[in-house]
């Protein structure tokens, strides 16, 4: 048989032909167990014998209506499913393991074009314990599933309108309900129909005629994986919306962060201009500059080891001791003496192993004098006119990190600056570059930036050093936070 219409038409023909047979099996196994239940036993072998009988003509149907070259359903019958039992009995139901378990119960959606095939189906679900709504088609079914929630659908592959292939492409393209499970309804031989829709995103199928033991197994099994999908979609809303919360308030500290640091110097005799690009949403950097006096300017920089928000809230502690000066008895004009205080306040024991290195000047514009100390930072550079170039120069002090050992002192050096001199106070993210080749930035690249002179304004300047870093390493999101102060004194 190659004409693909013929084989439809005999496809059609064994569906109508069945479809009265699979009606009086299950409602004579259905009517077996209310009677049953009932107490009347004596109906019980007329229904066997009615059951048998039906069974042996769906087998003669099964066995004369075939088309040889359609092998796929046979092996999947001969690896799954048991024989059509060609005596007058019933055939022997499925042995099943004793579960303790509660029974799982849900909606379900039976979609058949056979009112019969609904109204078995759905009374035979009732009977488990389930709630049932019924459809005829895959458009009414749709509608349904759109109107109300449901657990799982029992979905009939061919039918008027709609049919299953159809209903369940448009279920899957559906985000209101992609998640449903789908268990499809076939004859043994529309097997190849239904691993394509498995394939496409069903989640089972049930062979008519229904084998009330095979139905109770595979609606509980759907009905418990979509449990545990919905338990799995609660959890990711759960860490969504945690996530959105943790967010926005990790939002609302960088924004405090932000706001504490000084705004840039654009009159007076000290000019200045600054840029801060966290690695993440909270940066273990903080900085600033502030006078002690009409004649002397505090400078500073200070980098927390690590990041987030522990290292935020060392950096913001320590910037805040700074720009208020509390350190009882100690002269902020005296950076060596200002960092031999702030380390016996922030050792490391106290500080939950947290440790911070420090670079801390105090400018004189009468005297044109910089004193400083430093506490295991990098060194500010002091770029000074030098004919077509700038002449550029290291500028730091001895000392360990800040907070590794009690008792530390700090010095404090002095220099005078020469005129129309620039001084960038930094952070090591600024310089500390992976490049693609694995290898460092070389600091020599790093510091010719500063030995031409700057072109465009102050924050121009540092956009460009920052523009050339993210260059560098190809990406936006450094490994480090770009912290660096440009001072024009």
């Not at 004579?28 to 069974?55: C, F, K, M, N, V």
């Not at 005799?269 to 002690?292: K, M, N, Q, Y």
């Amino acid at each position: 048989m190659s004409d693909p219409t013929d084989r439809s038409s005999l496809s059609h023909l064994r569906h109508d032909l069945r479809t009265p047979l699979n009606q009086i099996i299950g409602y004579s196994e259905l009517l077996a167990e209310e009677a049953a239940d009932a107490g009347h036993e004596t109906y019980g072998p007329d229904l066997q014998r009615i059951r048998g009988a039906a069974r042996q003509l769906l087998d003669l149907i099964n066995r004369n209506l075939t088309d040889e070259r359609v092998t796929l359903a046979g092996e999947i019958v001969a690896a799954t499913e048991p024989a059509a039992t060609p005596a007058a009995g019933s055939a022997p139901p499925l042995a099943a393991a004793e579960d303790t378990r509660a029974p799982i119960t849900g909606r379900i959606l039976v979609v058949d074009d056979q009112p019969g095939n609904r109204d078995m189906l759905a009374r035979q679900l009732e009977r488990q314990g389930h709630t049932t709504t019924v459809a005829g088609d895959g458009r009414e079914a749709l509608e349904r599933l759109r109107a109300t929630p449901h657990d799982l659908v029992l979905l009939d592959l061919m039918m008027p309108v709609l049919d299953g292939h159809g209903t369940l492409a448009e279920m899957k393209a559906d985000p209101a309900l992609s998640h449903l499970p789908v268990i499809m309804i076939s004859a043994l031989d529309e097997l190849g129909s239904v691993v394509r829709c498995i394939e496409r995103g069903a989640e089972d199928y049930l062979p008519k005629p229904f084998n009330p033991t095979l139905l109770r197994a595979r609606i509980g099994a759907g009905l418990e994986k979509k449990r545990f999908r919905d338990q799995e979609r609660a959890y990711v809303r759960t860490i969504e919306e945690t996530q959105q919360r943790l967010q926005a308030e990790l939002q609302e500290a960088e924004n405090y962060v932000r706001s504490i640091l000084p705004p840039p110097l654009t009159a007076g005799p000290v000019r200045s201009e600054w840029l801060l690009v966290p690695s993440t949403e909270l940066g273990g950097d903080a900085f600033g500059h502030h006078w002690i006096d009409p004649d002397h300017l505090a400078i500073y920089l200070l980098d927390v080891c690590g990041h987030g928000v522990g290292a935020a809230l060392l950096s913001v502690t320590a910037g805040n001791v700074l720009r208020h000066g509390s350190l009882p008895g100690v002269d902020f004009r005296d950076p060596g003496a200002v960092l031999t205080a702030l380390n016996e306040v922030f050792l490391m024991e106290n500080q939950n192993g947290m440790y911070f290195t420090i670079w801390y000047g105090v400018w004189s514009p009468s005297s044109r004098r910089l004193r400083l100390a430093s506490a295991g930072h990098p060194a500010a550079l002091l770029a000074t006119p030098a004919g077509a170039e700038r002449k550029v120069e290291r500028l730091r002090g001895p000392g360990m990190i800040l907070g590794g050992m009690s008792g530390t002192i700090y010095r404090t050096l002095e220099r005078t600056i020469p005129a129309a001199a620039q001084l960038y106070v930094v952070s090591d993210g600024t310089f500390e570059i992976t490049l693609p080749s694995g290898e460092m930035w070389p600091a020599a690249d790093f510091e010719r930036h500063f030995t031409a002179p700057p072109a465009g304004t102050a924050a121009e300047d540092l956009a460009a050093l920052l523009a050339r870093a993210r260059a560098l390493c190809g990406s936006s999101v450094l490994d480090d936070d770009f912290s660096i102060m440009r001072l024009d004194l």
